[in-house]
């Protein structure tokens, strides 16, 4: 298989998460989320948990020091030599020059998605509290309101899911991400995918786009 190196770019909610799963299970390339990672820290209660669900809570991003060296930490895995897709990072210009220092990368995807549906997406999100499995009251609503279809737990709105929050994520996203988007493409990097239908036909798109991409 061909080594991707990849990063994953676009506003919150906008099926990076998604299709970076969907990739993973179908061509076994390793993802790595640092919202995963942070998400997991806050549920064991570690410093640094605690630390970035203050910051989360308030839809401000966690500062540049802290993500670049979990994410180097994480690069230096065996899993990862060959291929991956970096999932929320980089998030600001001074991330992908440190990135730049310790990996090299085949393309950097951007997901565009506009802000209404983002709000549409994120603020109808509901997730089991006790298997993690999403649902939209809308779009993926659960059999009996609340519950969970698969394991029967209680479903909840997330902290960063508030519409106010959500604002102030793409705020964030708008003043301090979408700059990367420039950045990427002056290296001849960047590939834009349009994120805005179903998770099947955005992941088909990508397959097909990210082939002719890398061939160049």
Do not use: F, N
């Given at each position: 298989m061909q080594t991707m190196k990849l990063i994953f770019l676009g506003p919150p909610g906008a099926g990076k998460g998604t299709i970076s799963k969907m990739i993973t299970e179908r061509l076994g390339i390793p993802q790595?989320?640092?919202g995963d990672m942070f998400r997991a820290a806050i549920k064991e209660k570690t410093a640094l948990g605690?630390?970035?669900q203050a910051i989360l809570a308030a839809g401000a991003l966690v500062p540049d020091e802290l993500t670049i060296a979990i994410v180097k930490?994480?690069?230096s895995w065996p899993d990862?030599?060959?291929s991956y897709i970096l999932d929320g990072f980089p998030r600001?210009?001074?991330q992908a020059d440190a990135l730049a220092e310790f990996s090299e990368l085949d393309a950097a995807v951007d997901f565009e998605v506009k802000d209404d549906l983002i709000l549409f997406r994120l603020t109808g999100r509901r997730v089991c509290t006790s298997c993690g499995a999403i649902y939209h009251r809308v779009t993926k609503p659960p059999k009996v309101e609340?519950?969970?279809d698969l394991c029967g737990g209680n479903l909840y709105i997330r902290s960063d899911d508030q519409e106010e929050t959500v604002k102030?994520?793409?705020?964030a996203y708008h003043d301090e991400t979408e700059p990367l988007i420039g950045y990427y493409q002056k290296r001849g990097l960047l590939l834009t995918?349009?994120?805005?239908?179903d998770a099947e036909t955005v992941y088909n798109t990508f397959i097909s786009e990210i082939g002719r991409f890398l061939k160049k």
């Open positions: 790595i989320s640092t605690l630390k970035v930490e994480r690069l990862v030599r060959q600001t210009i001074a609340g519950i969970c102030a994520r793409l705020k995918i349009d994120g805005s239908p």
